[in-house]
């Protein structure tokens, strides 16, 4: 890597465009606070255990560890092959588990899984054929995205997927 001074910097692009970290905050407000907006909504992160720490501590100062759950991904699982029969087979004991089941489950994926090339699309819609009554919601915790976009903006986009439009004539009723 290569120091450029700011006077000597190129713009607009004043940095070498390569791998980009964009790191998770701890701050007052993140993922996990966004995805607790959708009520009865259930949280999995599937990630290693190091990303964890920032998301659980999130969920127990919030008071609602009973919404958050995870997988944590091992370092075999991104070469032995089985981080999808990870994803799968721990999002599926996870919702067993849980009583009532949540209405919407918001599946995390990792930068791991993105390293590993994992078509994530794939898991969630085997997810939903396993569990019918639940919406899954395909989000990311990839600080590496940032060529793309923060976490936190993917995540929030991803939200509106289980929204679904009403016929012409339901109405919402608000008590």
Same mark, same amino acid.
């Given at each position: ?38 009520? %009865?909504?259930? %949280?999995?992160?599937?990630?290693? %255990? ?12 919030? !008071?609602?560890?009973?919404? &958050? ?6 370092? %075999? ?57 639940? !919406? ?22 991803? &939200? ?6 009403? !016929? ?8």
């Amino acid at each position: 890597m290569m120091n450029v001074m700011l006077c000597n910097a190129d713009f607009p692009l004043p940095f070498h465009e390569g791998l980009k970290f964009d790191p998770p905050d701890r701050g007052t407000w993140n993922i996990v606070h966004t995805g607790m907006l959708i009520p %009865q909504a259930h %949280q999995i992160y599937v990630c290693s %255990q190091g990303c964890l720490r920032g998301v659980v501590l999130t969920a127990a100062e919030m !008071d609602a560890m009973d919404r &958050l759950s995870w997988v944590a991904l091992r370092e %075999q699982d991104m070469w032995n092959g089985e981080i999808e029969d990870r994803v799968l087979e721990g999002v599926s004991h996870i919702i067993e588990k849980l009583s009532p089941r949540p209405p919407c489950v918001l599946v995390y994926f990792s930068c791991m899984h993105k390293f590993a090339g994992c078509r994530t699309g794939i898991l969630t819609d085997e997810l939903s054929r396993r569990f019918p009554d639940i !919406d899954f919601v395909e989000c990311f915790m990839c600080p590496t995205m940032r060529k793309t976009a923060p976490p936190d903006m993917l995540m929030k986009r991803s &939200l509106f997927a289980p929204v679904r439009k009403l !016929d012409a004539g339901n109405t919402l009723a608000i008590a």
